[in-house]
T-cell receptor
Framework: AQTVTQSQPEMSVQEAETVTLSCTYDTSENNYYLFWYKQPPSRQMILVIR??????QNATENRFSVNFQKAAKSFSLKISDSQLGDTAMYFCAFMNRDDKIIFGKGTRLHILP | DTGVSQNPRHKITKRGQNVTFRCDPISEHNRLYWYRQTLGQGPEFLTY????????KSRLLSDRFSAERPKGSFSTLEIQRTEQGDSAMYLC??????????????FGEGSRLTVL
């Protein structure tokens, strides 16, 4: 069975700084997808960024980028020039070949003014 | 399309009562997922559907939980004989897979269950 582990329950950084959230996963599959989702306080979860395992190039979306290390089964999220609106819970997620999606326990990120 | 809709948004019930939640996904989405989320935790997988077919049900779910998607559109999640441990946010999400879908989940606002 696949598992997703986020080892940082909570983090705080100053506005405009760069922060990296960690995620590791376990799977025996070779083709899969990884995601980072954001859940702002009392709001719906939304997709931040997506990575296909067969792509070596790390995905980027504006200030958000990932460091995907397939051999190490590591998938970290880097947020550059952090903004107050980035304050949220961040969840790492894994999608297997059957399209079942499981989530990590999350990292609560506080951006401080 | 206004996105994924869940009803009711909040349900308070007494232990032992049955409750039913409804999810209306984005209309062209063929996949529908149910998750349970407790405060400060990640979404816990419950079950998912491809159109009307239920693909998998979590082994964590007892027989008191059942989900349906009868016509491949909306879905219901029923909890029978509720227990206090069932108190949680129940999240529904939909996605379009195959034919150009990206696997991105679109979430509803959730249905919060409080069992007294």
């Amino acid at each position: 069975a696949q598992t997703v582990t986020q080892s940082q329950p909570e983090m705080s950084v100053q506005e405009a700084e760069t922060v990296t959230l960690s995620c590791t996963y376990d799977t025996s599959e070779n083709n899969y997808y990884l995601f980072w989702y954001k859940q702002p306080p009392s709001r719906q979860m939304i997709l931040v960024i997506r990575q296909e395992a067969y792509k070596q190039q790390n995905a980027t979306e504006n200030r958000f980028s990932v460091n995907f290390q397939k051999a190490a089964k590591s998938f970290s999220l880097k947020i550059s020039d952090s903004q107050l609106g980035d304050t949220a819970m961040y969840f790492c997620a894994f999608m297997n070949r059957d399209d079942k999606i499981i989530f990590g326990k999350g990292t609560r990120l506080h951006i401080l003014p | 399309d206004t996105g994924v809709s869940q009803n009711p948004r909040h349900k308070i019930t007494k232990r032992g009562q049955n409750v039913t939640f409804r999810c209306d996904p984005i209309s062209e989405h063929n996949r529908l997922y149910w998750y349970r989320q407790t405060l400060g935790q990640g979404p816990e997988f419950l079950t998912y559907f491809q159109n009307e077919a239920q693909l998998e049900k979590s082994r964590l779910l007892s027989d008191r939980f059942s989900a349906e998607r009868p016509k491949g559109s909306f879905s219901t999640l029923e909890i029978q004989r509720t227990e206090q441990g069932d108190s949680a946010m129940y999240l529904c999400a939909s996605s379009l897979l195959a034919g150009g879908g990206t696997g991105e989940l679109f979430f509803g606002e959730g249905s919060r269950l409080t069992v007294l």
